[in-house]
């Protein structure tokens, strides 16, 4: 059984904290937040105790711990955490910073624990099966892979002005779906992106809308769009051209039931929010965890998986300020 610590019980954590305690392999043990009021909802909901981070991380009986904090936590809890000899599956990003996140894989490589990025979308069943049919050979050698990403609805303004930027934090999602599929990382990224929803966000330093074009060395193409609103749903779908086909993953929708009549086809719009959509991709995400700890296999996705990710997110930024393409840092 492997004994946790949450550190984080804001929204996200909340949604870890059901996969932690409902797992048959691990236990919540305690949760630590800087809102003591929301770790004590959240660890009575559970059975678990409040506890601050550094105590939750000098308890020898505790084995793991999530990372669901700010981001700007996330480096010095991950070096925390496996100096202290406890596994760790921290959300993404790493860090806002690419230079403070290599410190970090530095001093964690120094340990022998595992360490996991939480891109959960890897483990959607759809995205997953799609990888798996490429890595089958059913349409050949991936040539062009379009990620499209939109949100409902922007985040509030006080989010944005802290979270780093669209591209460190919506469509770092993206990018690590593009390494996921693609197998490697790309040699060029061309970014371009506006404010046209809300001009509080451009007024903030922050951009709403984006495309960008990843180049491989080997002559294939990624495009991955992003926007922060989509009035009729969570918009989320891959599409894959390869040499012999197309391999698509569509959206999620509310129901399965379409009507077709004269005046044209009508079904359902795409689920409306990330926790309907991708909840089995948390679930799963958090199995996977668990078995390589208790079991000693690798985890499934890495520092250095972060990394990457981290390093195109900051090679768009500074694109879509020059407009010009970017050799990424990885």
């Not at 451009?202 to 495009?223: E, I, Q």
Request: aromatic content about 6%; proline content about 4%.
């Amino acid at each position: 059984m492997l004994r946790v610590g949450l550190l984080g019980a804001g929204r996200i954590g909340q949604v870890h904290a059901v996969n932690i305690a409902g797992h048959d392999r691990s236990a919540l043990v305690a949760v630590a937040d800087v809102n003591t009021e929301a770790s004590g909802k959240l660890a009575a909901q559970f059975g678990a105790e409040v506890r601050t981070s550094e105590e939750i991380l000098a308890d020898s009986g505790i084995d793991a711990v999530l990372v669901a904090t700010s981001t700007d936590t996330h480096s010095d809890l991950i070096e925390a955490a496996t100096a202290a000899g406890k596994a760790v599956l921290c959300e993404k990003p790493v860090d806002l910073s690419l230079a403070r996140a290599k410190a970090c894989k530095v001093k964690a490589d120094a340990s022998s624990v595992p360490v996991m990025i939480g891109f959960n979308r890897r483990f959607d069943p759809n995205f997953a099966t799609l990888r798996a049919a490429l890595a089958a050979g059913e349409i050949g050698r991936a040539e062009l892979l379009s990620v499209t990403s939109f949100d409902p609805s922007p985040p509030p303004l006080s989010y944005i002005r802290v979270s780093g930027g669209l591209f460190r934090d919506m469509m770092i999602h993206d990018f690590d779906m593009a390494g996921f599929i693609m197998g490697d990382a790309p040699v060029r990224v061309h970014a371009a992106g506006s404010s046209i929803v809300d001009p509080a966000i451009g007024a903030a330093g922050d951009v709403d809308t984006a495309v960008v074009t990843l180049t491989y060395g080997d002559g294939r193409l990624a495009v991955i769009r992003n926007s922060r609103r989509a009035v009729y749903g969570y918009d989320q779908r891959l599409e894959l051209l390869g040499s012999g086909g197309l391999l698509s993953a569509a959206n999620m929708l509310e129901n399965t039931v379409s009507k077709a009549t004269a005046q044209g086809v009508v079904s359902a719009k795409p689920l409306f929010f990330f926790l309907e959509r991708y909840m089995p991709a948390y679930a799963a995400e958090w199995s996977a965890f668990v078995a390589a700890v208790l079991d000693g296999g690798e985890v499934p996705v890495t520092l250095d998986d972060g990394i990457r990710a981290l390093a195109l997110a900051e090679a768009a930024t500074q694109s879509a300020r020059t407009g010009r393409p970017v050799v990424p840092e990885i």
